[in-house]
C-alpha cells in the first residue's frame, strides 16, 4: 500500500513524501489516523509537461499528472501589507493553486505547525520576521528533518543593507534544492556575494496579473504625463532623482502615488509640474497607468526586478528608468527600445512565467524524491 504519514513522531523520522508499506501496516495506521492511503500509480506519477490550454489562453498553460499527487508546499512570507513583493507572492500562488498544488500561507500570525508538517514542500519567501522560535521551528524542518525547500527572493536583503545576513544566506542559497530570481541583474548581484551557492537558479519574469493591467481603450492618454507608485518613495526608492528629474523636465507633468504623500509634499510644492497623491487599490492602477505617457522608477538603491514598469508596461506606457532597475537586464524584452519592444510578446512572457515557475518547481521536487 502506497501511504502518506500524517502521525507527527512518523512525519518527523519518515517525511510526508509517498512510503509503500504492507497492506496490514498501512490499514491500521490509516484506521488509526495516523497516514492517508494515496492512489498507488501504475505509471510514473507525475507528467512533467506543461501543455498549453487553448480554452484558457489567460492562463497560459496548465501542469498534467498522470497519477498521484501534487506536492503540498509552505509558503513562508512575513509579511501581510500588500506591497509589490506580497502582490507578486499572491499571483504566483493564484497560479499554483490553478494547477493543483496544495499552498499554505505561512505568517508570523498564521503559524500551524501541523500543516508546517504535513507540507511536502517549502518556498522560503520573505523570512525576516518571524518570532524566534517560529523561525527555529521552521530551520529545524529544513537542515535537521531534510524538507526539501526553495529558496525565492525579491530583492537584496539576504546580501546587502542593514538587514544582510551573509552567513545565513549561504545557508539557505546553498542547501536549497533550487534558487528563485526575478531579474538576470539580481542573479549577477547575488553571484558577487554567494558565488555558485545560487546554483541551480532559475529566474521568474514579473509576476504580474496581465488579466488588470493592460490597455484600456476608453481612457485618454496624456502623452506628456508621467506617473512613479513607489509604495513609499524614500531616498532608496529614489526620492532625489525624482526630485532632480522632474525639474528638469517642466514640459511634462508628473502624478506620485506613495504612502507618505504627506512628508515629500512639501519637497515637490515648489515644482508647479508635480502633483502628490496617496496610495490607490491595486484595481484602480490600470486607469492612472493608461492616462500617462510614461512610467517612471530612478531607484538609488538596486531594484530586483521593477514591478511598477512591467505594470506600467503592460498598459502602453514607456519606461523611465536607471541601472538600477532589474527589468531592463531581460535582453529578450527590449525595455525602453521603442522599435524592437513587443507588447504582446511580453504579455505572454508574463502570462507563462508564473506557471513555468510551478513547472520547475514539480520537477526539482521530483529530482529529491
Known amino acids: 500500500m502506497l501511504v502518506r504519514y500524517r502521525d507527527r513522531d512518523l512525519v518527523r523520522r519518515c517525511g510526508t513524501s509517498p512510503v509503500r508499506i504492507s497492506d496490514n501496516e498501512g490499514a491500521q495506521l490509516v ?34 499528472r498522470n497519477a498521484g499527487f501534487y506536492p503540498k508546499v509552505a509558503w513562508i ?43 511536502d514542500l517549502f518556498v522560503i519567501n520573505n523570512f525576516f520576521f518571524f518570532e524566534p522560535k517560529q523561525m527555529h521551528f521552521i530551520l529545524d524542518l529544513l537542515f535537521e528533518y531534510k524538507k526539501p525547500f526553495v529558496k525565492y527572493e525579491h530583492d537584496h536583503r539576504e546580501i546587502i543593507g542593514d538587514q544582510a545576513r551573509p552567513k545565513f544566506a549561504r545557508l539557505l542559497f546553498g542547501r536549497s534544492i533550487m534558487n528563485v530570481f526575478i531579474s538576470p541583474f539580481q542573479v549577477d548581484n ?94 484602480a492602477l490600470p486607469k492612472v497607468y493608461n ?40 535582453e529578450n524584452f527590449h525595455i525602453g527600445d521603442v522599435k524592437k519592444f513587443n507588447l504582446e510578446a511580453f504579455r505572454k512572457q508574463l502570462e507563462q512565467g508564473i506557471y513555468s515557475f510551478w513547472k520547475e518547481i514539480d520537477n526539482r521536487f521530483l529530482a529529491e524524491a
Do not use: W
Open 31 to 64: 484506521r488509526e489516523g495516523k497516514a492517508e492511503a494515496l492512489i498507488d500509480p501504475v505509471s510514473p506519477p507525475i507528467d512533467k509537461t506543461v501543455k498549453s490550454e487553448a480554452s484558457s489562453p489567460s492562463r497560459g498553460s496548465t501542469l498534467t
Open 77 to 119: 512570507h512575513d509579511t501581510t501589507k500588500l506591497g509589490g513583493a506580497e502582490l507578486s507572492n499572491q499571483t504566483v500562488i493564484k497560479a499554483g493553486k490553478e494547477l493543483g498544488f496544495g499552498i499554505y500561507e505561512c505568517f508570523p500570525n498564521d503559524f500551524d505547525k501541523k500543516k508546517l508538517l504535513e507540507s
Open 190 to 283: 547575488h553571484r558577487k556575494h554567494l558565488g555558485d551557492l545560487i546554483e541551480p537558479y532559475y529566474i521568474l519574469p514579473p509576476a504580474v496579473d496581465t488579466s488588470l493591467f493592460k490597455i484600456l481603450p476608453d481612457v485618454e492618454r496624456d502623452e506628456n504625463k508621467v506617473v512613479n507608485f513607489s509604495g513609499k518613495l524614500y531616498h532608496s526608492k529614489g526620492f532625489l532623482h525624482m526630485l532632480q528629474f522632474a525639474a528638469n523636465k517642466k514640459e511634462y507633468t508628473f502624478e506620485i502615488y506613495t504612502q507618505n504623500h504627506q512628508e515629500i509634499k512639501g519637497t515637490f510644492a515648489r515644482l508647479s509640474n508635480v502633483k502628490v497623491c496617496s496610495l490607490l487599490p491595486n484595481d
Open 291 to 330: 492616462s500617462a505617457g510614461f512610467t517612471i522608477h530612478l531607484p538609488q538603491a538596486y531594484e530586483a526586478c521593477g514591478r511598477t514598469i512591467a505594470e506600467g508596461l503592460l498598459c502602453g506606457c514607456q519606461p523611465i528608468i536607471n541601472k538600477n532597475v532589474g527589468i531592463r537586464s531581460f
